[in-house]
C-alpha cells in the first residue's frame, strides 16, 4: 500500500492539467441551453400542434396523453434524438438505491429481406419492463413477482447523454407499488398544487389556476486526485475515510472559502458548466467551499420535479467528468474527520401560474396577508410534522454531519429573523372575533403593510438553523449532499399541502359563521402562530443551551437515523400519507423497512472495511516500524555501554513500547469490532437491528481510529501505508 501511495504522489507533478484538460468556453453559454433537451422549443419544431398542445397540458393540468398522441411524440422524439447521433433510448429512473437507473434499448429493427430501419413506438415510449429483482423493496413483492415496469413522465423533459435518448420514468412493482422517488413526488406535488390553488382562488386571487412548488438546491462535493483515491481502500468501498490523522493545516485560516479556484478545479468545473447548459441545467454559481478541496455548485431554481431530477442527473455527470479531469468526486457528507462535511441545502417555495411566488410579500396589505397566510401555515406545518421532516433527511452519511458544529442540529427549528418573528408576535394579538375598523387599520398600515420594509434588510440567514426563511423561500438546511432531493421534497410538499387544507376548512367555518374573510384569516393565523412558536428559534443552534431550551419545549432531538426513523412510522403520519394518496401503508412501510436495511448495511460495510485495513495494513506498517527500531536498539546495546545504552535508546524504547499498545488495542479494537458486527448482523427486525448497529458497532470504530490514528504520527512516512490527510486534501 505504501508503494501505492507513492507512486500516486509521484505522478502528480509531471501531469500538465493547464494544458492536458484545458477548457475552451464558448463566448455565451446561453447559446448552449436546452441544446440536448427535448425542450419546449425542440417539441415546437418537431410535433404537430395537437400533439404539443397535449404535452403542455399533460405538464400543465395533469391531463393523459391519448395512445395516438404518443405516437407522434414518440416518432418525433426519435427523429430528434437521431439528428444528434442517438443510437438507443431508455426510462431513466431513480430507484431507492440513492443512483439512477437505466436499461438502453436500440431503435434498430430488422425488416427482413436483410434490411433494418430506426422505429421508435408510442407503447415504448410509455412503458419499459426492466427487472425489479435486485432493486430494494422492503418486502413488498414475492420472489417470482420479479418484473417493474418503467412509465414516461412528460412532465419532465428528455435528454440526450451521448448517444442515448433519457426519458425521465417513474418506477413501480410487478403488483403497482411505487420503487422510486419520483411517484410519491408526483403525488405529493399534485396535492399541494390542489390545495394551495383553492386558498388562493377563495381568499386572494380568482384567476390561479395552478401552483408550483419550486426548488434550488445547492450541491456541496469535495475532489479528490483519482490515483490518491484509489491508494484509499477506505474511500473507495465506503465514499469516506475511516482511518487518518488531521494535518497540522485544515480549514482553521478559512482561506479556502471562496478563495480563487485552482486551474485544474476551474477546467473540471468549466467543462460540468458547459454540459449542464447542454442538459438545461441552469447552473449559475460555483466557488470553493470551508474545508480544503471542497467546493459548491448551485443552479436557479425550478420546478420541483424537474430540479430533482436535475439534481440527480448533475451528480452523474459530475462523477463522469472528474474522472476526465484525472479527480473522483466526494459526495459523502462526513468523508474527512476533522474538516467541515457537505450538505445540499433545499430552497423551497411555491409559485403561481400568474407568476408570483406566494412566499415573497406585495405591494400592498392584501398581497401581504396572502404573503403571511403562506408563511405561517408553513411553519405551523413544519411544527406538527417535524419528526417526519427530520426523518426524510436521515441516513448513515448524514448522521456524521449533523450537529456537528458545521450542520444544523437534529433537532428541527426555524429560523425567521427578530424582525419578522415581531411581526408576528403583533399578530398574536389580534382579537378573537370580528376585529374594530382600528384594529383592522393598524393591522394593514403598520404590521402587514411594513412587511416589505422588514424583508429588505432582514434576510441574513442563519446556518445553524435547519429550517430558515430567506427573504421569499424556504432553506431547508440539514439535507445531506449524497441525498435524493425527492424525498425531502415529497414530505416538505405533503405537508404543506395537509396544512393549506386544514387552514380552508378552519376559514371557511369562521366565515359561515358570520365573520369577513380577513378577519376569518386574521383569527386562524392567530392560532397558527400560538401553536408554532415552539420551533422558532432565533440563536445559536450549536449551542448546549438551545439543546437544553428545545428539550423543554417539547422539541425531539432525533441524534440518530434509528431514532428518527422509528418516529417516522408514527400513525399520524402514516394517516397523513394515505389521506392525501401518496403511499400506502404497506408502501410506507417498506420505505421505512429499505432505509433501516439500508443503514445496517452501510455500517456493516464500514465495519468489514475498516477490520481489514486495520489488519491487513496499519498493523503491518506498525510492526515493520517496530522492527526497525528493535534493531537499532539492538545495535546500540553491541556497541555502547550499559549506561550510555539507556540513555541513547530511551526513545527507542519508549516508541516501541508505545507502538505494541496501540496495536494491541487495534487488534482488541478488531476483534470486538467483528464480534459486535456479527451479532447485530444476526439481530431480527429491521429497527432492532439497525439499533444494534448504532449503538453497539458504531462506538467501537473510534477505539480502533484512536490507535490507528497515533500510529501515523510514530511510524515513518515511508512506511506508512495509507494516503494521509494532507496528501489527499491539499494535493489540487
Known sequence: MSTLRFKALAELPFRNY????????????????????????????????????????????????????????????????????????????????????????SFFTPIGGGRAIERFSGALLIQQEP???????????????????????????????GTTLCIPSIFISYTGETLDYKTPLLRALNAVDEAATDVMKSYFDKNVTKVSPTLGWEQEYFLVDTALYQSRPDLVLTGKTLLGH?????????????????????????????????????????????????????????????????????????????????????????????????????????????????????????????????????????????????????????????????????????????????????????????LSPEEKTELKLNVVGKIPEILLDNTDRNRTSPFAFTGNKFEIRAVGSSANCAEVMTVMNVIAAKQLRTFKVEVDALIEKGLKKDEAIFNILREYIKQSKNIMFEGDGYSEDWAKEAKKRGLNNLKTTPEALKKELDKKFVELYEELGIYSHREFEARNEIKLEKYSTVIDIEARVLADIARNHIIPAALNYQNRLIENVKGLKEIFPEKEFKTLAKEQLSLISDISGNVSQIKVGVDNLLSAKEKAKNTTGSQKQAEEYCNKVIPLFENIREASDALEMMVDDELWPMTKYRELLFTR
Open 18 to 105: 493547464r494544458k492536458d484538460n484545458f477548457i475552451e468556453v464558448p463566448s455565451k453559454l446561453s447559446e448552449l441551453f436546452c441544446q440536448n433537451v427535448f425542450s419546449e422549443e425542440t417539441m415546437r419544431e418537431y410535433l404537430t400542434k395537437e400533439a404539443f398542445q397535449s404535452i403542455l397540458d399533460a405538464i400543465k393540468k395533469g391531463t393523459k396523453i391519448q395512445r395516438h398522441i404518443a405516437d407522434q411524440v414518440a416518432v418525433a422524439m426519435k427523429d430528434w434524438a437521431l439528428s444528434k447521433g442517438v443510437t438507443h433510448y431508455t426510462h431513466w429512473f431513480q430507484p431507492l438505491t440513492g443512483a439512477t437507473a437505466e436499461k438502453h434499448d
Open 246 to 434: 488531521s494535518p497540522a493545516k485544515g480549514q482553521q485560516l478559512d482561506d479556502h472559502y471562496f478563495g480563487s479556484i485552482p486551474t485544474r478545479v476551474m477546467n473540471f468545473m468549466k467543462e460540468l458548466e458547459i454540459e449542464c447548459m447542454k442538459l438545461g441545467i441552469p447552473v449559475t454559481t460555483r466557488h470553493n467551499e470551508v474545508a480544503p478541496n471542497q467546493f459548491e455548485l448551485a443552479p436557479m431554481f425550478e420546478e420541483a420535479n424537474v430540479a430533482v431530477d436535475h439534481n440527480s442527473l448533475l451528480m452523474d455527470i459530475m462523477a463522469r467528468i472528474a474522472h476526465k479531469h484525472h479527480f473522483h468526486i466526494l459526495f459523502h457528507e462526513k468523508p474527512f474527520a476533522g474538516v467541515n462535511g457537505s450538505g445540499k441545502h433545499n430552497n423551497w417555495s411555491l409559485g403561481t401560474d400568474t407568476g408570483e411566488n406566494l412566499l415573497s410579500p406585495g405591494k400592498n396589505p392584501k398581497k401581504n396577508l396572502q404573503f403571511l397566510t403562506f408563511f405561517v401555515n408553513t411553519l405551523k406545518a413544519v411544527h406538527d410534522y417535524s419528526d417526519l421532516l427530520r426523518a426524510s433527511i436521515a441516513s448513515a452519511s448524514n448522521d456524521h454531519r449533523l450537529g456537528a458544529n458545521e450542520a444544523p442540529p437534529a433537532i428541527i427549528s426555524a429560523f425567521i429573523g427578530s424582525q419578522l418573528f415581531g411581526v408576528l408576535e403583533e399578530l398574536e394579538k389580534v382579537t378573537d372575533g370580528k
Open 131 to 161: 427487472d425489479a429483482s435486485s432493486f430494494p423493496n422492503g418486502g413488498i413483492r414475492n420472489t417470482f413477482e420479479a418484473r417493474g415496469y418503467t412509465a414516461w413522465d412528460p412532465t419532465s423533459p428528455a435528454f440526450i447523454m
